[in-house]
């Protein structure tokens, strides 16, 4: 049986042990709150006492951390515990600068990695169904395959080390302009008198089609089992949309790209970040544009 360290239990984290643990592999699983790690140790991981713990003998290892400096942090300290031809599988969405040095630090010590960042939301990691979008060599890319496939059900290899952070953002920024444009294109049909339902049903057969419109829906009651219709719980938080959004910002700087729709996309989504919004979906921008 392969072993695998998770490092990370989060919304994410935590469904995505529990589907490794499902697939035969063995989980030696870390988390600093004692409460998710007892909900993976619950469902068969083996909860470890420390991140040094969880990656002794594992055969792979994978971190799901907030951003750049806390997958730093950790490679630097468990590095010298982790095996020989060990694979690393950084998951988290980080700068791809961040992606490189961490690349590089495991490289000095003859460790495999690759970023692995995913797509797909909550639902997604604990369907099963994510998206991993993975940047490294092609060799590893195979390596990663049946631990990547036992939490997703599209891979991706988008580069070299960094290039999965790098294709991440550049998702994520489309679909913070998609959301914005639908809930301002809904909001303005709303205070003309029609019905939002309706008026997705048509846009859905028109020209303005889009992800949002299809699953997404930021209208409340005009589509079920999705946020805006649960007063826009669970999902994907403003707090991270606005996160990705920064480091597609930082990334624009730095290849001296014009994105000015990201760069509106950013400065509404932190608006409504600082008005109080940050933990609902991100979909609530739709309230940013109402009357009310």
């Not at 300290?77 to 700068?95: F, H, Q």
């Not at 290899?157 to 952070?165: D, F, K, L, S």
């Not at 303005?208 to 419109?213: A, F, I, S, V, Y």
């Amino acid at each position: 049986m392969q072993v695998v360290a998770f490092i990370g239990l989060g919304n994410m984290g935590g469904p995505m042990a529990l589907n490794l643990q499902k697939a035969g592999f063995q989980v030696q699983a870390f988390d600093l709150n004692k409460d998710a790690l007892a909900a993976v140790a619950a469902d068969g991981a083996i909860a470890a006492g420390s991140a040094k713990a969880a990656v002794q003998g594992a055969d792979f290892v994978i971190s799901m951390l907030p951003a750049g400096k806390h997958v730093i942090g950790l490679y630097q300290d468990v590095r010298s515990d982790i095996k020989a031809g060990a694979l690393v599988l950084d998951c988290s969405t980080i700068d791809a600068q961040s992606a490189r040095q961490v690349g590089a630090l495991l490289g000095d010590a003859g460790i495999a990695f690759v970023d692995a960042p995913v797509s797909g939301g909550v639902g997604g990691a604990k369907a099963g169904t994510l998206t991993f979008i993975v940047g490294g060599s092609a060799e590893n890319f195979q390596r990663a395959n049946d631990v990547l496939s036992a939490m997703g059900k599209n891979l991706f290899h988008a580069g070299e080390v960094g290039a999965g952070q790098i294709a991440k953002i550049c998702n994520n920024m489309l679909l913070s302009v998609l959301m914005v444009g639908t809930s301002e294109a809904l909001q303005l049909g709303v205070d003309n008198g029609l019905d939002p339902k309706v008026l997705s049903e048509i846009m859905l057969k028109s020209s303005g089609r889009n992800w949002t419109l299809e699953l997404y829906n930021p209208c409340p009651d005009v589509q079920p089992n999705v946020p805006s219709s649960n007063n826009y719980q669970g999902g994907f938080m403003v707090d991270l949309m606005a996160k990705d959004l920064g480091l597609a910002s930082e990334c624009a700087q730095q290849s001296q790209s014009s994105t000015p729709m990201g760069a509106l996309a950013r400065n509404l989504y932190v608006q409504h970040q600082r008005q109080g919004n940050g933990k609902l979906d991100f979909s609530s921008i739709f309230r940013f544009f109402s009357k009310k």
